[in-house]
């Protein structure tokens, strides 16, 4: 039992790395957007879709609500960065079950953004 | 927009953030509930903008007291992974069941449970004297599925071994929470520690730390939908989540130092408040 709870510290220790760094990540630009926003004070457009095209667009003009925006982004893929990566750290530690349980929740949240996206 | 105002009004954002993050990663729940009631009445925000930063608090509790907990193994990662099954699909079904069923009546229900629970937790405060779940025999479902786990618990200064039971019942609590979120938009953390203290005898520090980590897998999904949509305010979330952020890095860092004893205690008066905001929201349709 030892072995394996060695080996589950180890998946642990690896995804808690990549937490830290999309949430630094996340706060760094948030944090940048901000002091960007009170320098050079701007109001906000209030986009009604904000698309990659959008970001994209606003980002290269050093807009600072875009990049607070790019920031929130970050902050919010970082779960499911992280349950992507559990899936490669469950496969390489062999642990089939868990990687085939944590596929199933990629999916099933995938599906349910799908839904929220075109039935509401 | 003068210079002040906004660094004020940014301040006490971040304040509220602090407060809803430290209160979220301590009793694992999402922070939502905290932090919803205090923007939406202080500034006045119109519903969709309160329920987008809502979703951001939940996560950035969750990715915030995640970073502590994953270090500690205060966390189940399995057992989060295989409840966020039963949580993620009810989700959906909650999502699509919106209409169907009156928000009314939900809401009440809620309430309702939530009591029962204050009433359960009041009792557990009594009468557990060791607070040590070392005693709960691992169910079948808990040993093939590997859920039983250690964790080393920062008060006691020791590894505490620990089984989990009810797993099928577990997961049904679970799905039901994911209903809730799905239907009403809530973190329904609250809800998933119940299933993992109560019901699955999980210890109460990693039955937190667990929650906090279901939540952010739960409202990232639905908080990219609400993200393209523009219904995320940058100028309110990200105070919002900096705040958050600090206050679930700080709270992570205290609870495994307390007593679950007083975890409990100092939980039963958010209960309360979570109640009364279920009790008014039936009420006032919303």
Known sequence: MKSSSNKNNNIELKISIIMRVGVCLSVMIMIFGIVLLLFCPKEYSYPEVISIKYLYESLIILDPYSIILLGIFILIITPIVRVIASIALFLLEKNFLYAIITVAVLLILIISFVIALFIR | ?286
């Open chain 2, 1 to 286: 927009m003068e210079l002040t105002s906004v660094l004020f009004e940014i301040s006490c954002i971040f304040l509220v953030g602090v407060l809803s993050g430290f209160l979220g990663s301590l009793f694992g729940i999402g922070g939502g509930l905290i932090s919803t009631p205090i923007i939406t009445i202080a500034f006045g925000l119109d519903i969709k903008y309160s329920i987008g930063a809502s979703i951001i608090v939940v996560i950035a509790t969750s990715s915030g007291a995640a970073v502590a907990y994953l270090k500690d193994n205060v966390l189940n990662l399995r057992a989060a992974m295989f409840l966020e099954l039963f949580t993620s699909i009810g989700g959906v079904c909650g999502a699509l069941l919106i209409g169907v069923f009156s928000p009314f009546i939900l809401y009440l229900l809620f309430a309702l449970m939530i009591i029962i629970s204050i009433f359960n937790t009041i009792k557990k405060i009594y009468t557990e004297k060791n607070n040590l779940s070392e005693d709960v025999s691992p169910s079948k479902a808990s040993l093939y599925l590997n859920l039983n786990n250690s964790y080393y618990d920062d008060k006691l200064k020791r590894y505490i071994k620990y089984n989990v039971t009810n797993v099928g019942l577990g997961s049904i609590i679970m799905f039901g929470a994911g209903i809730a979120s799905g239907l009403l938009g809530i973190g329904s953390g609250i809800f998933k520690v119940i299933a993992l203290d109560s019901v699955m005898k999980m210890p109460l520090k990693v039955s937190s730390a667990t929650s906090n980590l279901m939540m952010g897998v739960t409202a990232a999904a639905s908080s990219i939908v609400y993200f393209i949509r523009g219904q995320i305010l940058p100028q309110i979330a990200a105070p919002l989540s900096l705040g958050v952020v600090l206050g679930a890095l700080i709270g992570s860092r205290v609870m495994p130092k307390l007593e679950p004893r007083l975890i409990r205690i100092l939980f039963v008066p958010i209960m309360l408040f979570f109640s009364v905001q279920m009790i008014i929201k039936a009420f006032m349709g919303v």
